[in-house]
Each structure stands twice: as C-alpha cells, then as structure tokens.
C-alpha cells in the first residue's frame, strides 16, 4: 500500500515468519530445554518504505526476532539484489529485532549465537530471509 504526503511517499507490508523446526529452542533462552513445539503468537517481518521526491527509497524493517544476524542480514541483500526494480540494498535498508524471546532459534551461523540451541536450520534461515523481502516488496 503506498500513501503520498506532500513530496514523500510511504509503503507498508508485514508478512508472517513464525518459522521453526520442532524441538528447535526458542532464541535467547539460552537453556536447551525450552523448545517450540508450536507456534502461539504469529511473528512477523513489518516495514515502512520512504520515497522521496528524487527516487531516493529506504526501507526500514522490524522483525519479531532475538537479533538481526549477520548472515540474515547478507541472505537479505542477497535477495533484494535479484529484485533490481526494487533499487535496494546495503546503502537503504534497515533491519532492526524487537528482541523477542520467544522467536525461533536457527538462524544464526556463528558459534556463539548457536551455543544454546541445537544449530544452524535452513527452514528458519529461509523464512526469517523470504518473510523480511516479502514485507519489503
């Protein structure tokens, strides 16, 4: 949906990305114990596009999420870099987590992050990534 105020136009989009594996643990816990084995409350990818009067976008995104990681962050552009009409990329999107401690685990690739649950899964990786693109465009 887009809205035009004076020279600024502004889009939204949400999509949901309450992904996980069962008997994965829930991100930050930091207790192996604490696994989803369903999901209560819909997580979701929120954003905001801004164009200005010169073309210039940004997006800003919030993702019901512990962080946003590195390697999510580049799967992202990643992403967005085979969408060229958006005209998006490092230099105008933002991604910011609500720090929610009931979000999916899984989607980190560094040790320390992936310390407390079971590891690395590419079904929470791909739909953290392909939730926050959906939002987006």
Not at 58 to 80: H, K, N, P, R, S
Not at 94 to 118: E, K, L, Q
């Amino acid at each position: 949906m887009m809205t035009t105020s004076s020279d600024l136009q502004f889009g939204f989009g949400r999509r949901d990305i309450s992904c996980f594996e069962p008997e994965m643990t829930m991100m930050g816990w930091g207790v192996r114990t604490n696994r989803a084995r369903e999901v209560g409350v819909p997580l979701h990818a929120r954003a905001v596009l801004v164009r200005d009067a010169l073309g210039t976008t940004m997006a800003f995104v919030a993702i019901d999420a512990l962080i946003v990681t590195q390697g999510l962050w580049w799967g992202v552009l990643e992403a967005l870099a085979l969408r060229p009409e958006l005209g998006l990329g490092a230099h105008n999107v933002i991604i910011v987590a609500t720090h929610s401690h009931s979000g999916p685990s899984g989607y980190a690739h560094h040790f320390w992050t992936n310390m407390s649950t079971p590891g690395f899964s590419q079904v929470v990786y791909d739909g953290l990534r392909d939730g926050i693109v959906g939002a987006i465009a």
